[in-house]
């Protein structure tokens, strides 16, 4: 155990805990004295019951010791993104709305959780309700990136990203809307994955846009995300868009050696900042090197996938969060008056300014006289992207990009342009319009900043997703790169 | 695209109450977004939007009772409450 | 009751919200059902809680489908759930789910009877069309106290079906006959129970007036909220005369959603169309699109029951029952079908069984149940069958002894009210109570050779033969008396005359 706890890996502390040369409660010990070494400079966390945390410890630990673990997660700690329900923790989504709330049920990822034996870790700050691309729009603290204290860790799932990168937790869950997993590993340098959509089920998941969320594991290396996977892909009756894995989907994807992987035309060039480039097209490189076969695909209408998304995105979230209005839970203003004027007054008081932007921008895409114009258009040329992908994807394995057009920026670099923001998720959205796989895999750096590049796959094509990602992470090591702090 | 938005009317809609810079605000950045979207306007789109989201009954859920919160977990996580209902101010005849 | 000037038409047609009989609510597992403590039927779901997600209630979707195949109306292939945005305190999540564009239920029709000119005649039938009907979610209840109001969650997701008629109807009765042909329908197959004192059955209703042999609609009102017939009644003529007033004095109808006061039987303004609701409606992202398979359609049509109106023209046309006898069967699907089982067992007298059943049964039946339902104030109350002391085969029984000539017609309801006391079979309270007619031909014709012997008779006698049909009345009384009142009185009817002849 020469190794500090807070860097290995959770595939080596589940091991570790199986052959009995660890306890969950030593492990989760020495991640709290990190937690309270490391957590006010990173903001990762915004809520930790540690007494509950031991709690669990030291369950899990008397079920080893009575022959009941529950497998491989057996002991290990899982931080959770702030808009997953756990019962009796906070579920705040980082908003001011909803910081009264304490939530009274279980997200069937938790239950999942449970059931596999893993420690319910504490609650990740991110972006309020899941929007935005900094974690900057917390209402609640700043995160920072682990890498650069003066810069963003990216988001909304954020505070999942800079735990991980930190040593702060093993494994994280975060929620991916347009590459709120994928983004925020990318500028961490950790491993995020968004499944295809249905393939976790949404129960417990607070919506952003319904059509598009997906909840996703979050590891410092590959290995690590599909151990958390395997935890969470279940088919789910609360959820009906929720179908759970095929046969396939888990099963690891045979020769990495022999995908075939497409680079979308024009991908690498305009936005795309000359470092980050390059990391991508080494790890092309590498592919090729390995014997993946590489060729060029065109997905015509990628320049629909912003527009397209930020109106689907903003209407379905200007009704999912119509339910914040103070009556039932979460914030109410002070203001006396009518009822409609308490509703006005606890939104007007709860959300912040994102978040507003946000549902006026929905609510106007919606809106009698120019839902035809936004809202329908949007969703024809969602249809339209979708059938690009699956075309491409007919004839590769994989598509292969980068996750982020730059590195991480400076905290308040991009906060009064949200446009310019918005451009951020430019390569992640695609693969919610479409509803596929993709996992953004770190790749290098930019100066001292982490760089990931990002694989896109059809429908349930997870193991091929994570069997490309091993093969690069084995032979370069970027896993065990952590930032000091 | 001609973009016409009401700031007011959107504000109502959505309960939102604005102050006069946070309406010159949302107003900017929302006609620059929407600037944006004008490639959505000038796409040439299929007419059928393909509906991938389809299942059958077996997605349905029995006609089984299931478990439920109790008026006093309803009425714990409520601001304000009274004999088990959630109490709010009064709401006059159709307000809305 | 409405006096519609017969130089003006009214033209109304109906959006009927029922309640549908499930036991969990629509897309929450939540039991829902009255007269429970505030916010005891509520889960995370009905609650709108943060994360939750609907899933739809099969059995909603399969009584919807059913009442669809009540009205004849085309099941769809696909069927899709909608977002209304609204907020309102009773509203949880501040969007109803319901259904715009693709409705689980599309066209049908619903035949409807107008009152006749008196109670035994049949009125005028006509069809009203349905235009839809949508599968959504009910909302919570507002109640005012003090200076505040108070939500209640327990109606929130109970499952409503909105059937939306065709502009269809002409006259206050016409909407009163559709509301009853409709709740008939739907308690028959088992949708609905419609009980409207629950809150089980609420109509909005739209009025328009136009000049007779006019093509354009005239502009409408929505009345909204309505829970009884009596209340869609009452605003169909309020709403009628209101809209000709307005017009007659040269002003024009506002478009506009209106509510009505039962109490003061008076209609009032709500909104008008500028305030009009902008629901921004849009498919739910949270319940795909459902495929209604054929099987289950096929599978739910053998439950449809016999259309009440069918099964009239049957009991007239093929049993012979008298209208009025018909009408009040065909209203209650278990009386309905508690008659048919009689009939099954003594096919001969169908009319003498239905006597029995529209009167006596029912009429005792009510007496043991209690009040009527608040629902359809003109409605007879609704029995309780299950606990009927007389099974369709006893009653049957009764109806042949009367036929055989066991028992008179008049010993027959003695004989009635001691089964609904009892449940004994006929047969025995007869025997018991010695009521069994003397039949005996041979006894019979000895006796009539005695009193027509009797010279106190012989005048009688004398003015029958001369053609007094009447005068041998008086002959039947000795004989009922030396035979304790039990001689079958059609037998001694016979033997008379032919003693006589």
Redesign the interface.
């Given at each position: 155990m020469a190794d500090a706890l807070h860097t290995l890996a959770a595939a080596e502390l589940g091991r570790r805990l199986a052959a009995g040369a660890l306890t969950s409660r030593a492990l989760c010990g020495a991640l709290l004295a990190r937690y309270q070494a490391v957590n006010d400079k990173v903001g990762a966390f915004t809520h930790l019951d540690q007494a509950d945390v031991l709690a669990q410890a030291d369950a899990s630990d008397a079920r080893r010791q009575a022959g009941q673990g529950r497998g491989p997660l057996e002991g290990i700690p899982v931080a959770i993104k702030d808009n997953i329900a756990v019962k009796g923790q906070p579920l705040t989504c980082s908003s001011k709305m909803l910081a009264p709330l304490v939530s009274p049920y279980d997200s069937h990822v938790a239950e999942r959780l449970r059931a596999a034996g893993a420690i319910l870790y504490g609650r990740l700050n991110m972006d309020e309700f899941a929007m935005g691309s900094s974690t900057e729009n917390s209402a609640i603290r700043k995160t920072l990136n682990p890498w650069d204290l003066a810069r963003i860790p990216g988001g909304s799932s954020g505070g999942s990203a800079a735990a991980l990168a930190s040593g702060l937790v093993p494994l994280a869950l975060g929620s991916d809307t347009g590459g709120s997993i994928r983004q925020p590993a990318s500028h961490c340098g950790v491993v995020g994955l968004k499944p295809t959509y249905g393939l976790i089920s949404r129960f417990g998941l607070v919506a952003f846009a319904s059509s598009l969320d997906q909840i996703g594991p979050m590891a410092r290396s590959v290995e690590d995300c599909e151990l958390l996977l395997n935890a969470l892909a279940s088919a789910d009756a609360r959820d009906m868009t929720c179908f759970g894995p095929s046969d396939r989907t888990l099963t690891p994807g045979g020769d990495a050696q022999k995908l075939r992987i497409g680079i979308p035309k024009g991908f690498l060039g305009k936005g795309v900042a000359p470092e980050v480039a390059a990391a991508v097209k080494a790890a092309v490189e590498f592919y090729r090197a390995q014997g993946c076969a590489i060729s060029e695909v065109e997905l015509p209408s990628a320049d629909l996938a912003v527009p397209t998304y930020y109106v689907v995105a903003t209407a379905e979230a200007s009704s999912n969060l119509g339910r914040y209005d103070g009556v039932r839970y979460g914030h109410r203003s002070a203001t006396a008056g009518t009822p409609f004027e308490m509703m006005t007054a606890s939104r007007s008081e709860g959300f912040g300014p994102e978040v507003k932007r946000r549902i006026l921008l929905g609510t106007f895409v919606l809106s009698a006289g120019y839902a035809d114009a936004y809202y329908v258009r949007a969703l024809r040329a969602r249809a339209k992207i979708r059938a690009e992908y699956l075309a491409a994807l007919a004839g590769v394995d994989v598509l292969l990009t980068p996750t982020v057009p730059t590195p991480a920026f400076k905290v308040g670099e991009k906060a009064s342009d949200p446009l310019q923001l918005y451009l951020e998720d430019i390569f992640t959205i695609p693969a919610n319009l479409a509803g596929l796989p993709a996992i953004s895999v770190p790749c290098g750096k930019s100066g001292h900043l982490p760089v990931g590049f990002h694989l896109v796959g059809a429908p349930l094509s997870e193991a091929k997703l994570l069997a490309a990602g091993r093969l690069f992470e084995t032979a370069h090591g970027y896993a065990h790169q952590q930032p000091a702090l | 695209?001609a973009v016409g938005?009401d700031?007011d009317?959107?504000?109502k809609?959505?309960?939102?109450?604005?102050t006069a810079e946070?309406k010159a605000l949302?107003s900017s950045?929302?006609n620059?977004?929407?600037g944006?979207?004008?490639?959505?306007?000038d796409?040439d789109?299929?007419?059928?939007?393909?509906?991938?989201?389809?299942?059958?009954?077996a997605?349905?859920?029995?006609?089984?009772?299931?478990?439920?919160?109790?008026?006093e977990?309803?009425?714990r996580?409520?601001?304000?409450s009274?004999?088990?209902?959630?109490?709010?101010?009064?709401?006059?005849?159709?307000?809305? | 009751m409405s006096n519609v000037p017969s130089d003006w038409e009214v033209v109304i047609g109906l959006e009927v919200h029922v309640q549908l009989h499930t036991r969990a609510k629509v897309f929450a597992s939540s039991p829902w059902g009255f007269g429970q403590e505030p916010n005891e039927q509520v889960d995370p779901v009905v609650l709108g809680l943060p994360g939750t997600l609907p899933v739809v209630n099969r059995e909603a979707v399969e009584k919807s489908i059913l009442f669809g195949l009540v009205v004849g109306a085309s099941v769809p292939e696909r069927c899709a759930w909608d977002r209304k945005n609204y907020f309102y305190p009773d509203n949880p999540k501040n969007y109803q789910l319901t259904q715009k564009d693709f409705p689980v239920v599309v066209g049908g029709q619903v035949e409807i009877e107008l009152p006749g000119a008196s109670r035994n005649v049949m009125g005028e039938h006509k069809f009203i069309r349905i235009h839809h009907a949508h599968l959504e979610e009910d909302v919570g209840k507002l109640s005012h106290a003090g200076s505040g109001s108070l939500v209640d969650y327990n109606r929130a997701g109970v499952p409503l079906l909105e059937i939306v008629t065709e502009p269809d109807l002409r006259s206050a009765a016409e909407a009163e006959a559709f509301l009853r042909s409709l709740v008939a329908m739907l308690t028959q197959a088992g949708v609905a129970d419609c009980d409207m004192e629950k809150g089980q059955l609420r109509c909005d209703c739209n009025v328009s007036v136009r000049r007779r042999g006019a093509e354009k609609l005239g502009t409408r009102t929505e009345t909204k909220n309505l829970n009884s017939i009596s209340s869609v009644r009452d605003t169909v003529i309020y709403e009628t005369a209101r809209q000709i007033r307005e017009l007659e004095a040269g002003r024009a109808i506002t478009q506009e959603t209106r509510g009505w006061n039962a109490e003061l039987a008076r209609g009032y303004v709500l909104r008008d169309k500028e305030d009009a609701h902008d629901y921004r409606y849009f498919p739910d992202p949270d319940i795909p699109t459902l495929r209604l398979s054929r099987e289950t359609v096929a599978r739910l049509a053998k439950q449809v029951p016999e259309n009440l109106y069918d099964r009239q023209r049957r009991y007239v046309e093929k049993l012979g029952l008298p209208y009025t006898a018909a009408s009040v069967l065909v209203n209650d699907r278990a009386l309905a079908e508690w008659f048919e089982a009689a009939v099954a067992a003594h096919p001969a007298n169908p009319s003498g069984i239905a006597n029995l059943v529209a009167n006596d049964l029912l009429r005792d039946l009510a007496a043991s149940a209690g009040a009527a339902g608040a629902f359809d104030e003109a409605a007879p109350a609704p029995v309780s069958l299950a606990s009927c002391p007389i099974k369709p085969a006893q009653l049957a029984g009764l109806v042949k002894l009367t036929d055989d000539g066991v028992i008179s017609k008049q010993q027959a309801k003695e004989v009635f009210a001691e089964m609904f006391k009892t449940g004994q079979d006929a047969a025995a309270i007869v025997d018991a109570k010695g009521l069994r007619q003397n039949s005996d031909t041979g006894e019979l014709e000895k006796i009539v050779q005695e009193v027509i012997a009797d010279p106190a008779v012989a005048k009688s006698i004398a003015e029958y033969r001369a053609g007094n049909e009447k005068a041998i009345n008086a002959l039947k009384g000795p004989i009922m008396k030396r035979t304790q009142g039990k001689a079958n009185p059609g037998l001694i009817d016979q033997l008379l005359r032919k003693a006589l002849g």
């Open positions: - | 695209m938005f700031i009317h959107l504000a809609l959505a309960r939102l109450s604005l946070e949302y950045q929302l620059q977004i929407l944006h979207f004008q490639a959505l306007a796409a789109l299929p007419a059928t939007i393909d509906d991938a989201r389809v299942v059958d009954e997605a349905l859920r029995s006609d089984e009772p299931g478990p439920v919160l109790g008026a977990a309803v009425t996580i409520a601001p304000a009274r004999d088990g209902q959630i109490s709010v101010p009064r709401v006059v005849d159709d307000e809305a | -």
